[in-house]
């Protein structure tokens, strides 16, 4: 009896010794588990964050395929490969050439309405000229009733001007302007973009018109290339 609790004591600091050890070893492994855990929510992320843009751009090529399903014209995917905004020259590079029977003057569209033509033609790619382009325009029409006008480019991607139209014609703001269909290039019935500011000067004869684009210049990833129907141009 006088003897055991001198042994417990003497075992005591051995007991501790062992126990911190395990509690230090047990810790260094929650710590790892830990790590490992935050490593792999991260993979997780990363792969959700993967599927999330996969889908949103399943959703852009739908939007494609309904628009030109809607506007019952044969048409071709192609995917951008190139971008040159500069304020004179605004152009893109896509992923279609000779292979895929593109051609010069082919119209080009997005989901929302036209994007530009087709300038020039490899075998591999295609180089399009947006209607944005300073030195582009395209023949258009009021929607709401014919009038008939032509669009330019400016220089930026969010504005078309018109500068052909009488102070006194028939045009309002938040009016849709479609391709005319003259010139032989774009058919008629695509929406080019929508009135946003009518100035009329008194004195002038003719009115200043900003129109915004409708097709999403400068943001697309995807266009569409329309086609001949049979060879039949409108």
Known sequence: MVTEPLRIMAALPSRLGERAERTLTSRRELIAENQRLRDRQTVYEARLQRLDALEVENIRLRRLLDSSYQLERPVVIAELTGVDLDPFNHVIQISKGLRDRIRVGQPVIDAEGVLGQVETVAAFTA???LISDPSH?????VNRNGLRSVAFGTGRTDTLSMSSLPSNADIR???LLVTSG???RFPAGYPVGEVRRIQRDGGAAFSDIAVEPLGRIGQVKEVLLIEDRGGDDE
């Open 137 to 141: 325009g395209i023949p258009v029409q």
């Open 182 to 184: 003259l010139g032989g």
């Open 173 to 175: 703001e938040g009016d």
């Open 127 to 129: 180089t399009v000229r």
